[in-house]
């Protein structure tokens, strides 16, 4: 991927309320699609993946996200959060140009208020 | 806990001096990928490395350098240092080239 564009750098949203947070890229070949999270302290965990079939990808802790290839974009949703969703969110697109590189969004931190 | 492990976990040395990170994958993971995360300029992508071959090269500056050896182990070496080379650095391994990437705890490095 050239780019992959994380739109909100932060994300203030309140308990059990639901919540998106997206990712748009640019490519012109064929990509797989990620979701990490990171909690304080700690490294990267892997939340979900696209590599084909569905779109609509589920991960842990309740997450999903959706591939959209018209609109090149693969949003991260959830329908109620906790206050322990708080972290930073990575979106990362690898793409096949012969090798295989990974670019990763500038992260999206979300804050979950009681 | 995801199966990667680096040493080690704090590094505090002065400017001007060289330091060897290290870092273990998955068992049977070939690909390693370097990033330093830092607050001003994020997660960035350093290198990455293929069963022993260097397969893609991101930011990396001419003063580090990294390699994998034939037990797939992979160390980053981080010479003359300077102030603004503190970060945190982590060490990533996959399963096929570019499937997911699992993340070990990272080594926080201070370069005073």
């Known amino acids: 991927a050239q780019s992959v564009t994380q739109l909100d750098s932060q994300v203030p949203v309140f308990e059990e309320a639901p919540v998106e947070l997206r990712c748009n890229y640019s490519s012109s070949v064929s990509v797989y699609l990620f979701w990490y999270v990171q909690y304080p302290n700690q490294g990267l965990q892997l939340l979900l993946k696209y590599l084909s079939g569905s779109t609509l990808v589920k991960g842990i802790n309740g997450f999903e996200a959706e591939f959209n290839k018209s609109q090149t974009s693969f949003h991260l949703r959830k329908p109620s959060v906790h206050i322990s969703d708080t972290a930073e969110y990575f979106c990362a697109v690898s793409e096949d140009t012969g090798g295989f590189k990974t670019i990763f969004g500038a992260g999206t931190r979300l804050f979950v208020k009681a | ?112």
Do not use: M
């Open chain 2, 1 to 112: 806990d995801s199966g990667v492990t680096q040493t080690p976990k704090h590094l505090i040395t002065a400017t001007g001096q060289r330091v060897t990170l290290r870092c273990s994958p998955r068992s049977g993971d070939l690909s390693v990928y370097w990033y330093q995360q830092s607050l001003d300029q994020g997660l960035q992508f350093l290198i990455q490395y293929y069963n022993g071959e260097e397969r893609a090269k991101g930011n990396i500056l001419e003063r580090f350098s990294a390699q994998q050896f034939p037990d797939l182990h992979s160390e980053l070496n981080l010479s003359s240092l300077e102030l603004g080379d503190s970060a945190l650095y982590f060490c990533a391994s996959s399963p096929r080239r570019g499937y997911e990437q699992y993340f070990g705890p990272g080594t926080r490095l201070t370069v005073t």
